[in-house]
């Protein structure tokens, strides 16, 4: 089993910034990708960006040019650098693993990202 904990979500006014992690720990070896996506109230979840474990990145259209996905590999953990939000970010972030080996996915408790004046 893969655990996977997602910190740094919370109330940020518009065109600010934000940084979230998460930290992966349990039975994860060998290579893996990671990724963030979110969930708005009403809206299905959707990408925001991803990062194999080759350090390749993708990003969904709507978070380019604002937000930077890496990882840590040493600390097994995932950023997402978030600037220039707007209210149409808010949202659950939830970060995922894809681990290669087995294609398994696992999937973190989520954090809440609120963008409001």
């Known amino acids: 089993q893969v655990q996977l904990v997602e910190s740094g979500g919370g109330l940020v006014q518009p065109g600010g910034p934000l940084r979230l992690s998460c930290v992966a720990s349990?039975?994860?070896?060998?290579?893996?990708?990671m990724g963030w996506y979110r969930q708005a109230p009403g809206k299905q979840r959707e990408l925001v960006a991803i990062v194999t474990s080759g350090a390749i990145t993708n990003y969904a259209d709507s978070t380019k040019g604002r937000f930077t996905i890496s990882r840590d590999n040493a600390k097994k953990t995932l950023y997402l650098q978030m600037n220039s939000l707007k209210p149409e970010d808010t949202a659950v972030y939830y970060c995922?693993?894809?681990?290669?080996?087995?294609?398994?996915?696992?999937w973190g408790q989520g954090t809440q990202v609120t963008v409001s004046s």
């Open positions: 995922k693993v894809v681990l290669r080996s087995t294609l398994r996915q696992y």
């Open positions: 349990g039975s994860i070896f060998g290579l893996y990708d």
